[in-house]
Structures are given as C-alpha cells and as structure tokens.
C-alpha cells in the first residue's frame, strides 16, 4: 500500500473539512488534535519498516531516494531490469521514517498474466528493490545488494547482459536472465 495522501479522517483535517462544508464545529481550545499520519510515521520509527512505492510509466512523478545501497560487478546492470518512468510515493513524513523503500509493481505477461516479479527495477537513474528482497535486506540489518552480472568474476559472459546473482549478507539467490525470480527455482535463502 502507498501512503501517498493525507489521511483525510485525520481529526485535523476532518474537522477543517466539516468546516468548509458550513458544518459548525466546536473543539475545546485545550484538545489535543491527533494526526494520523504522525502516528503512523511514529510506529514506522519504532518498527523496520519498509515502505512501497508504486513503479509506473503512467507518471513521470519523482520518486523518493533509495535507503539501500548497490554494488555491481560485471556488465553494466543499467541494461537487464525492468525500467519505468517514475511512480507514486508515500507522504514523506511517513518515508522518512521507514527502514527500507522497495517497489511492489509488476509487469504482465505477454498474455496479461504475471508470471514472474522483479526484483530489481530501474528508475529515474536509480535501481530499486522489490518488496521480497528489501524486507530481508530490513530483517538482517544489511546495507547494501551485491549485484552480479554476466561477465562478473566466475561468470561467463554470453554477450547477452543479464543479472545471474544478488547477495545481501549472507543470503543469496538464482534467478534468470531477465531479471526475475520465479518462486519454483528459490534455492535456500
């Protein structure tokens, strides 16, 4: 889910509305008026959070900086993810207390069915993780993916650019050329 507006129930905002509405509206002077948004952006920071944001090429709409770091070894990674335009985010009072940003969107398939998801997109110049790989990014207190490509160390190179490895810490996973994990062919993680 993306927080990306305002809760609208928020006492603060919910009165204001009444009040536009010609609604008369009486708060005693020494009530303390919750928001909503804060409260949920202070859970986020006593939890590892890890925020979505919504992928697109229906928005050029910037996109929040990355939380996790990459490193690339091999044929330049710019070429093999899935790439989009821009996307929705959360409200940044909300991002900037989570642990991880990732991205859940997908692309079908030819036949409009998904039948693999990404786990890395490409973005405004950035590379983003998916949700899978960031939660377990979060959970063991990583700070960076290692990215590997063909071409890398140990890594023959096709001639066809394609990501064969991701590391984070101690987990890691196989996954096909196209930048894609199906969950048939997770080896242990």
Not at 11 to 28: E, H
Not at 35 to 57: K, M, T
Not at 117 to 127: C, E, I, K, T, Y
Request: glycine share 8%.
């Amino acid at each position: 889910m993306v927080f990306s507006e305002a809760d609208r129930i928020s006492p603060v905002r919910a009165i204001a509305a009444m009040k536009d509405a010609g609604v008369s509206v009486t708060v005693p002077q020494d009530a303390t008026m919750p928001d909503n948004d804060v409260a949920l952006s202070e859970a986020f920071a006593r939890n590892p959070v890890v925020a979505g944001i919504a992928i697109s090429n229906e928005t050029a709409a910037t996109l929040s900086p990355l939380k996790a770091g990459f490193a690339f070894g091999g044929a330049d990674p710019a070429t093999y993810p899935p790439a989009f335009r821009g996307g929705l985010t959360n409200l940044p009072v909300l991002e900037r207390q989570a642990e991880g940003l990732d991205f859940f969107s997908f692309p079908l398939s030819g036949d409009g069915v998904v039948r693999s998801l990404p786990l890395l997109a490409a973005a405004q110049g950035h590379f983003y993780p998916s949700l899978s790989i960031e939660a377990l990014r979060v959970a063991q207190g990583a700070g960076s993916f290692v990215v590997r490509s063909t071409g890398a160390s140990q890594e023959t190179d096709t001639g066809h650019v394609a990501m064969v490895d991701w590391r984070l810490m101690t987990a890691g996973v196989r996954r096909d050329a196209s930048c894609r994990c199906r969950p048939w062919t997770l080896g242990a993680v």
